[in-house]
């Protein structure tokens, strides 16, 4: 791997172009250009006319995300039985790279059960100001419990706001993100 | 060198003019970050200017000795925040040398299509910002419309428009999605026709050319004296590249050109970077005529996370997944110092392993920090205007110079 940049065979490996000089500035030619330049360009940005914004705007109108997108985390229950996916193991505290989930896990008591497993999480809080939103919990969690949502409007005043509880994480959230279809 | 602006100290016009120290930033919009400028002002012309930087020190390369391996990836990509792509190819790729993993054929074309799609990416954001600086604002609107594009691929692909984490060690997380090859070809296909538009607003636009032919000239044996690569170098006339000097990824099998300058003053500098993109486009092209089906990440247990749907199948599935998640895997010491050709120049990433889960170093060679050395050759003894069309043509990304 060892290269010299001078050497015959580097030079022979490779194509090179030489990139044009332009015109030089001022001058005659400069005059004609102040003003035939100028029209030329202001032709192609008069051009772009026909292709139409390419804006939107913005809060009345939101950005649709793709399927992929890792917005807000969302956790899960069981559809039949309503009981939580997450079995309170840490795996997703163990994989987050900015240490910002925190899981406290405790026994279920039978009778009054919380999840599906044999304990559960009573305490499930992600640090949304320190989230780096990488989805490696997503990516961790063997039960699917916690997965990367699509809302990415988080904005708040006040920085313990951002820390989201089991029961915010667990509720549906209010207003829906618009979806790209795969293709789009 | 006949064509530079340049004005000595004894010739200067008026010598009474005192010197003048003048403060440029930090915080400025003209520095492309958080760079502060001490500038020595003789009137207009500059007589010495001092960088200061660290004003952005985020101790990223500390922090990477306290994370096993996987988790280092998104931190090493928010250094260099315009070319997080290279960041990982940069770590990845070293991991994956001194743990001598071999990467499937299909991983290789999709990382070098991202990789190529950032470099687009980071000449945008450079062209949009610097024509800014001089005063061509329709630049910044048409550099970031395809930029949001590009942004949109990543999106769609990876799940994030910055900071994707595609890149693990032994391919990529996860395959590309349906449509992304038809989407992402048509972007490749129509970004010359971009790139053509904005050499028509530029290339022979009297202002531009009198801001930029001239301006900024360092030789190619004082860049190569300061360690400065990439299209800073290319453009004094060097064509060294290392997508072409160094074997990795699919670059050996890819047929593209070097774009260099012959003066090396600012508009060798934009014209060369101009080219590059015409070029990497046409390397994603060609990139997705040649993309081999396959497994995008290698199958070794050892160090690459099982298949999620083998999770409730399999037992040692499970168990692989919790020791990977939880503690890592152990790479035997050694040490190992990989280098790409990045947007800026050479992308040298250093690890040094010590036997346990986590890197004992981490170190990143980053081109804006080096490529910042020749700043001062290229300002002083011209006008302060040309100064800041000199910084803006030298492209610093000061994430990546602080770390
Ligand atoms: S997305 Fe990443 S940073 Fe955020 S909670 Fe999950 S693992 Fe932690
Ligand atoms: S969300 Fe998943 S990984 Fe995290 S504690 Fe619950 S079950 Fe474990």
Known sequence: MSFDPKSASYLDSIEVVEVQRGPKPGGVGGAYRAFGETLRGLKTTMARLIEGPMTIEYPEEKTPVYPRFRGRHKLHKFEDTGLEKCVGCSLCAAACPADCIRVVAAENIPGDRVSAGERYAAVYEINLSRCIFCGYCEIACPFDAITMGHDYEMADYDRRDLIFTKEMLLAEPVERTPLKSEGE | ?403
């Not at chain 2, 520095?31 to 660290?54: C, F």
């Not at chain 2, 770590?91 to 001194?98: H, I, Q, T």
């Not at chain 2, 000449?123 to 590009?150: N, Q």
């Open chain 2, 1 to 403: 060198m006949t064509e530079q602006i340049a004005v000595p100290f004894e010739q200067a016009p008026d010598r009474d003019t005192e010197i003048m120290t003048v403060n440029v930033g930090p915080h400025h919009p003209a520095t492309h970050g958080v760079l502060r400028l001490v500038v020595d002002l003789e009137g207009e012309l500059v007589r010495e200017v001092r960088p200061v930087i660290g004003y952005v020190h985020t101790g990223i390369e500390k922090s990477c000795e306290d994370k096993s391996y996987w988790k280092v990836i998104p931190f090493v990509e928010r250094m260099d925040y315009v070319s997080y792509f290279f960041q990982m190819e940069a770590f990845c790729g070293a991991v994956e040398r001194l743990i001598d993993l071999e990467i499937p054929p299909r991983a290789k074309y999709l990382r070098t299509i991202f990789l190529e799609l950032n470099r687009i990416h980071s000449h945008l954001v450079w062209l949009g910002t610097t024509a800014l600086d001089l005063g061509a604002i329709s630049m910044l609107w048409y550099c970031f419309r395809e930029r949001d594009k590009i942004l949109d691929l990543f999106e769609m692909a990876t799940g994030q428009r910055m900071h994707t984490r595609y890149f693990q060690v032994g391919g990529v997380i996860e395959d590309i999605p349906v449509g992304f090859e038809a989407k992402c070809r048509k972007f490749a296909e129509e970004m010359p026709i971009r790139v053509g538009q904005y050499e028509d607003l530029l290339d022979r636009n009297e202002v531009f050319l009198q801001r930029t032919k001239g301006t900024g000239v360092v030789s190619r044996e004082r860049l190569l004296e300061l360690g400065v690569t990439g299209p800073l170098l290319r453009a004094a006339g060097d064509p060294w590249d290392l997508r072409k000097a160094f074997d990795y990824l699919v670059y050996p099998e890819l047929d593209f050109k070097i774009p260099v300058g012959t003066v090396g003053d600012n508009y060798d500098r934009y014209r060369v970077r101009v080219a590059e993109m015409v070029e990497s486009a046409s390397i994603v092209r060609q990139c997705l005529d040649a993309l081999p089906e396959g497994p995008y990440i290698a199958d070794d247990r050892k160090y690459v996370l099982p298949p999620r749907s083998e999770l409730s199948t399999s037992m040692e599935s499970l168990i692989h997944h919790f020791k990977l998640v939880t503690e890592g895997y152990r790479v035997a010491p050694g040490e190992v110092y990989y280098s790409i050709e990045g947007p800026r120049g050479e992308l040298g990433c250093f690890v040094l392993a010590d036997g346990s889960a986590k890197p004992a170093r981490v170190h990143f060679r980053d081109p804006s920090f080096v490529n910042l050395q020749s700043f001062r050759d290229m300002a002083v003894d011209g006008y302060v205007a040309d100064m800041i069309a000199s910084l803006g043509m030298l492209d610093p990304i000061l994430g990546g110079v602080d770390r």
